[in-house]
């Protein structure tokens, strides 16, 4: 298989990914608001910088912006989130143009609201780090998380949620941009260690939502109604 083919299956792959993270409505955007760094790759971990608030529970002060099927909540201006125990799975694929697409597995989400309420709390499987060795700004995504807890958790499928985060201000070893080293030849092409980096941070949550009470009734009395059509049809 030619370097230009497996280059070409191994970035279809990363956007197959992609794709399936938006199956479903975005219902959370967030942004993290403070002036430092909010999060950070070390070793083989990715998570939340702590911001210093101890007013707050989760590491990052943030909004919660309520969309889609939430978009009926108030938005929280107030919220706090925190972004735990993902971890990078071997080395990260670099591509044409210096594109790199790195695994990651596990971890876990939570949001906390004004009086550190827990908002909506997730367990994540896996996911992809990605971005361009010298650029300062990349994505984190998976389609793989499964709602916990949480006063919003009721309102959403358990089963069918995403995650999705925007890095800005990439930083690694003091300089603006991802950075890569340890390099070596991969199944797909050359494959290296990604440098630990730090960067600013907005995201999407998305998720389906379970019906109401409500609609899951007049939904019930449909079902019903149409059952008895059909009795009365047949007789």
Known sequence: ?????????AVATVFAFVASASAAPTVIKFGLGDTGPDLVHFGSSFETLSDGNLATT???????DY?????????????????DAVTL??????LGGGFFAQATTGGAFSFFGPANELLLSGTIGN???????GSSVGSWLSASVTFVGGIIA??????????????????????????????????FGEVCTLDNFTADA???????????PATMGLLGLGLLGAGAARRRKSA
């Not at 907005?202 to 109401?212: D, F, L, R």
């Open 1 to 9: 298989m030619s370097r230009l083919v497996k280059t070409l299956v």
């Open 58 to 64: 989760g590491d990052q002060d943030t909004n919660v």
């Open 89 to 94: 799975s071997g080395l990260a694929n670099v």
């Open 67 to 83: 969309v889609g099927p939430l978009g009926f909540l108030a938005d929280l201006a107030n919220a706090s989130f925190s972004l």
């Open 154 to 187: 009721p309102y959403l499928d358990a089963n069918s949620g995403a995650i999705s985060i925007s890095l800005t201000d990439v930083e690694s070893n003091g300089v603006s941009g991802f950075s890569v080293g340890g390099c070596g030849q991969g199944q």
């Open 127 to 133: 996911g992809t780090l990605s971005g361009v060795i």
């Open 202 to 212: 907005t995201g999407n949550i998305e998720g389906a939502a379970v019906p109401e």
